[in-house]
């Protein structure tokens, strides 16, 4: 849900994320500053505004207890240019796979499609109309024209004619002024016919109607630069090469439910201005955008070890003055990232922070632990986010006509298995609540059909008769649970 940031302390903040995230409170405080800071930047004067930089964010801690969707929730709330991308995708200058370059790129593409969606809601009216129009000519063509009389050739003054080598011959000649080519076609009987097709037209009578209409082929294959110079430095713009590949019109056959929304998508291309959408974005891109780098501690490099921990350090030096605030060359204009928010994550089980090289540890100033989730936090994972998972559960079989209730002694030995589980195996935070709900409701969601219209309860006993042989068998756990 986006919000008046304005309005958002970050105390509010915290709040709007507990709806979705239980626990890790100093998480969501670093962020919610983090956040605040970004507005109070805005309000100082220019030459105070460039000197502030952000404060990145490392959040160190397992995996599945809420690194990411803080971010993702952050970003929602926001409305800021979001996106969230591997570190480990990532090679040296030189080495085959994407530079980092790129995320910064991906970062401004988010930017335009968030902006260009709201210029088109701005347009959506006007868009609408044209759209209204276009099909009404579709079902009616020719009654769009209505009946204009011929124009009257008009004189003009006598023009003498000049033979060749300059004699004038007397006489002249009558020249008749341009004239608007006749269009006959019925007049107040084909207006009065398109006004009742429009009638029907908003009523839905034509929906499933077939019409023919002309939409642009096959979009240019994508092309991916994986070292080297990229399409961005070589000053082209791909769209510029859909001439070549088949951008031109064809004629489709379809109904015009789906007829509108074509129309609509091209009316709406057509109202809103792209160079303004580019500008708005790469100012947002520049001042709001987040990019979340997960998997940072994949690329932190141990003293004394070579081999791929050589390429792991080239990514980070090459990462560092993206972090730093550098020039980046994208299709759509040059941008600054000096101030966008970095947050960095990674569980950290081989490496630890200070393995990253010194200048980008610098870089990120904040530093914030994740706790491990305990029994407690499952039970309210399950229970009380808006999005919980027993909510999803209960929702998903409602569609089949099946009522599902998880008594409270369920909940509590569901959340108290996943805590054993991820104790004894590998901890994969709240994410081992899906595997034991999946298998826990395995036998309800398969038969769902069959019980149409019954009540199924959800009680402790159900949930041990249907782990109990899993749980004791613990070598089966670690495959299965």
Request: hydrophobic share 40%; with cysteine.
């Amino acid at each position: 849900m986006k919000v008046d940031l304005d309005k958002l302390t970050p105390k509010q903040i915290v709040a709007e994320l507990d709806k979705y995230i239980i626990g890790q409170d100093k998480a969501k405080r670093s962020v919610a500053v983090a956040l605040r800071n970004r507005l109070r930047r805005r309000r100082l004067p220019a030459e105070l505004q460039d000197e502030i930089a952000p404060k990145n964010i490392i959040m160190i801690g397992p995996t599945g207890v809420g690194k990411t969707e803080i971010a993702r929730r952050l970003s929602r709330l926001s409305g800021a240019p979001f996106i969230k991308v591997e570190a480990t995708k990532y090679t040296e200058v030189g080495y085959v796979g994407r530079d980092v370059e790129s995320m910064v790129r991906d970062l401004v593409s988010v930017g335009i499609s968030m902006a260009k969606r709201e210029m088109q809601e701005g347009v959506r009216e006007e868009a609408e109309k044209r759209a209204e129009e276009d099909l009404l000519d579709l079902l009616l063509p020719g009654s769009k024209k209505v009946a204009t009389p011929v124009a009257p050739v008009t004189p003009v003054a006598p023009v003498t004619p000049v033979a060749p080598g300059g004699v004038q011959v007397p006489g002249s000649v009558q020249v008749p002024a341009a004239a608007e080519p006749s269009l006959i076609t019925g007049g107040e009987k084909y207006k009065s016919t398109r006004e009742k097709f429009r009638e029907k037209l908003r009523k839905g009578e034509f929906e499933e109607k077939l019409v023919e209409i002309k939409v642009s082929k096959a979009q240019a294959p994508a092309f991916e630069i994986f070292s080297g110079m990229g399409f961005e430095e070589m000053d082209v713009n791909i769209s510029n090469l859909s001439n070549i590949f088949g951008g031109k019109k064809k004629l489709k056959k379809t109904r015009i439910s789906r007829a509108r929304e074509i129309l609509m998508a091209e009316e709406m291309d057509k109202l809103v201005d792209m160079e303004h959408v580019s500008e708005l974005a790469i100012e947002r891109v520049e001042e709001m955008g987040i990019i979340f780098l997960d998997e940072i501690d994949k690329i932190a490099s141990k003293e004394n070890r070579g081999g791929v921990d050589v390429s792991r350090e080239g990514v980070q030096r090459d990462i560092l003055p993206i972090v730093e605030g550098c020039k980046v060359n994208t299709r759509y204009g040059m941008v600054d990232t000096a101030h966008i928010l970095f947050i960095a994550a990674g569980a950290f089980h081989m490496s630890k922070p200070s393995d990253l090289i010194p200048e980008l540890q610098g870089r990120f100033p904040l530093r914030v632990e994740l706790n491990a989730l305990t029994s407690e936090d499952f039970r309210k994972i399950l229970t009380q986010p808006r999005n919980a998972l027993i909510t999803q559960y209960v929702e998903l079989l409602k569609t089949e006509e099946v009522e599902l209730e998880f008594l409270d002694e369920a909940i509590k030995k569901i959340s108290a298995i996943a805590s054993e589980v991820n104790s004894r195996t590998e901890n994969i935070g709240a994410r081992r609540l899906h595997t034991i709900l999946e298998l826990v409701l395995e036998d309800v969601s398969f038969n769902a059909t069959e019980i149409k219209g019954q009540k199924i309860q959800i009680t402790e006993d159900y949930v041990e008769e249907r782990l109990r042989n899993i749980i004791e068998d613990r070598d089966l756990t670690r495959f299965i649970l």
